[in-house]
């Protein structure tokens, strides 16, 4: 067993980290321009989705490679994951590794996209590479059209496609997991779809809010048990199950398993 404190432990000695990181800044931009510029020149080719969905998850996983990071997940949950379908992925939100985490992790087999607000969308480039990834345009400012937004996405998702979402809003900094707004249970309950947790832990050790540079380390995913709405119990009662269930995960996982 290890202790989530020596789970933070550099991952490569000092040296190998400072050569990775080096070539990070230097040929980081250049490859950032190359994924952000694909789809003003690749979107309306077939097949483009695919394609460009395994691009970006090996960025990703590099990216975390250069920084000397590691993402566990068990064998266990990677084969859930590959075999999900039908489903909505929650995961709590502590870091900006968060995403990158889950992108690394993720099986090719399984497919998602993020929900990202519609100021985003603003930047011509962005707003480009963003709906050639197939995100999801979410106007923050309209409760109602934002949850119809959502709803529309969701069905016209393949069925092994699935919208992340961070049911606690933003990153938090408290000791547990931060209270998780609805939308997840009301797209779920209008979409018929499954909901599929997810608890990250230790990114925030690694990159906590206001520091641009992360440190090296492990961060451990763990894929909990599908969750299904309770139609016959209110709205708030379906929050407060699916967020005990991640918190009973995030408050154990202070002993991390060897993997």
Sequence with gaps: MQTRDAAQAAVDPFAIRFAKRTVLILLGPIYFVIIAFAPLFCAKRKGFTGWYWRLVKRACSRLLWLLSIRARMSEADRRTLSTDTNSIIVINHRSHLDGFTLMDTTPDQKWFTFAAKKELFDAPLLRTGFIGAGLVEIDRKSGKR???????????????????????????????LGEFKAGAVLAARATGRSIRPIVILGSDRLLPRGQFMPKSGCVRLVVLPSFHCDMGASVDEDVARLRDAMVQVFNDGHVIPMA
């Design 146 to 176: 934002a949850m119809e937004t959502l709803r529309e996405a969701v069905q016209q998702m393949t069925s092994r496609r699935s919208v992340v979402l961070f049911p606690e809003g933003t990153r938090t900094q408290t000791a547990s």
